[in-house]
């Protein structure tokens, strides 16, 4: 059993869509991550929340963190063929303890 | 800096043999962490180094599978005797300090095919 649920495992859209993928736990978050992962690379950070209800910009990705630190989403705006990829989201059940990694929504942006 | 550094790029052995990974994380680095990642099972943590020593090791699948790291610049994965359902992506990591904030740096992985 997965700690950390991803949805969609894929998506597929036409530059320009908007998008939005999840990540859910039972579990309860002292901070999680998402990263970006390319093809033949490993996974490069792109935010970390640590509030409950936080929410971060990084251009058009807007990154949530669920008020219970349960859950979080990534929305992207106006996607763009260099947006595809793994998406991975990563959390740390309390301060100190590893990164648990889902198992990723591979996104493909179609020109 | 020319980040996580990971060798080979590509390997692809025969079942039996020895396998060997090797990873150079980035200078200054305290923490490092060895990663599987396949299809079915996603990202998994295999074993993670602070200060050169291990701390968890309760990711390696079997005895088969050892990490050394002799230095602070140095870590090496070992899997004896290798078999095909060891066939991965296999990922080195480091970061300054682990408490679920710490940023981890990612090499660019080695690509493992037992045949």
């Known amino acids: 059993t997965q700690l950390l649920e991803q949805s969609p495992q894929f998506l597929s859209i036409q530059e320009g869509e908007n998008l939005t993928v999840y990540c859910n736990s039972s579990?309860?978050?002292?901070?999680l991550q998402w990263y970006r992962q390319e093809p033949g690379e490993g996974p490069v950070l792109l935010v970390t929340?640590?509030?409950?209800?936080e929410v971060k910009k990084l251009k058009r990705l807007t990154f949530q963190f669920g008020d219970a630190r349960k859950d979080s989403s990534l929305h992207i705006t106006a996607a763009q063929p260099g947006d595809t990829g793994l998406y991975l989201c990563?959390?740390?059940?309390?301060?100190?303890?590893?990164?648990?990694f889902g198992e990723g929504t591979q996104l493909t942006v179609n020109p | 800096d020319a980040g996580v550094i990971q060798s080979p790029r590509h390997e692809v052995t025969e079942m039996g043999q020895e396998v060997t990974l090797r990873c150079k994380p980035i200078?200054?680095?305290?923490?490092l962490f060895w990663y599987r990642q396949t299809m079915m099972r996603g990202l998994e943590l295999l074993i993670y180094?602070?200060?050169?020593?291990?701390?968890?090791d309760s990711g390696m699948p079997e005895d088969r599978f050892s990490a050394k790291m002799p230095n602070a610049s140095f870590s090496t994965l070992k899997i004896q005797p290798s078999e095909p359902r060891d066939s991965a992506v296999y990922f080195c990591?480091?970061?300054?300090?682990?408490?679920?904030?710490?940023?981890?740096?990612f090499g660019s992985g080695t690509q493992l095919s037992v045949l």
């Open positions: 180094f602070n200060n050169n020593v291990p701390i968890d």
């Open positions: 929340v640590v509030t409950g209800g």
């Open positions: 200078s200054g680095h305290d923490y």
């Open positions: 990591a480091s970061s300054i300090g682990t408490g679920g904030n710490e940023k981890l740096f």
């Open positions: 990563a959390g740390s059940e309390t301060s100190g303890s590893r990164l648990t």
């Open positions: 579990s309860v978050f002292s901070s």
